[in-house]
C-alpha cells in the first residue's frame, strides 16, 4: 500500500520552531520528488517547498524563504522540513507530495498526498 504519513505538526508561539517528517512507504522513495504544501482555513492549498529526488535542487515559496528548510533522507524513506522563526500567518495543515513527473510547484502535478498534519502558531 502506497502511503505518506506526515507527523510533527503542534501548537508553537510566533518565533518558534517545528520539524515536520513525512515516512513513506510502499513506493520507491528515491524516484519522486517531494514537496510540502499548506492550506489554510478558507484558502487555498499553497505550495511551499520542493526537493529533487538526488536532492540536489530545491524550490521554496518566497513567504518561507530564509526561514524554512526542504530535506529529505533517501535511506530511510522520510522527508523533512524544518520551520524556524514561525509566524502566525504560517498556521494551516500541512501536506507532504510525491511527484513522480519531475521537481515542481504546481499541486497538480502531485501523485500522492499525505494525510497532513496541522500547524499553529499563536502571537
Known amino acids: 500500500q502506497v502511503q505518506l504519513v506526515d507527523s510533527g505538526g503542534g501548537l508553537v508561539q510566533a518565533g518558534g520552531s517545528l520539524r515536520l517528517s513525512c515516512a513513506a512507504s510502499?513506493?520507491?522513495?528515491?524516484?519522486?520528488?517531494m514537496g510540502w504544501f499548506r492550506q489554510a482555513p478558507g484558502k487555498e492549498r499553497e505550495f511551499v517547498a520542493a526537493?529533487?529526488?538526488?536532492?540536489?535542487?530545491?524550490h521554496y515559496a518566497d513567504s518561507v524563504k530564509g526561514r524554512f528548510t526542504i530535506s529529505r533522507d533517501n535511506a530511510k524513506n522520510t522527508l523533512y522540513l524544518q520551520m524556524n522563526s514561525l509566524k502566525p500567518e504560517d498556521t494551516a495543515v500541512y501536506y507532504c507530495?510525491?511527484?513522480?513527473?519531475?521537481?515542481?510547484?504546481?499541486?497538480?502535478?502531485?501523485?500522492?498526498w499525505g494525510q497532513g498534519t496541522q500547524v499553529t502558531v499563536s502571537s
Open positions: 507530495a510525491a511527484a513522480s513527473r519531475g521537481l515542481t510547484t504546481l499541486a497538480s502535478q502531485y501523485d500522492i
Open positions: 510502499g513506493l520507491t522513495f528515491s524516484s519522486y520528488d
Open positions: 526537493k529533487s529526488r538526488s536532492s540536489t535542487i530545491a
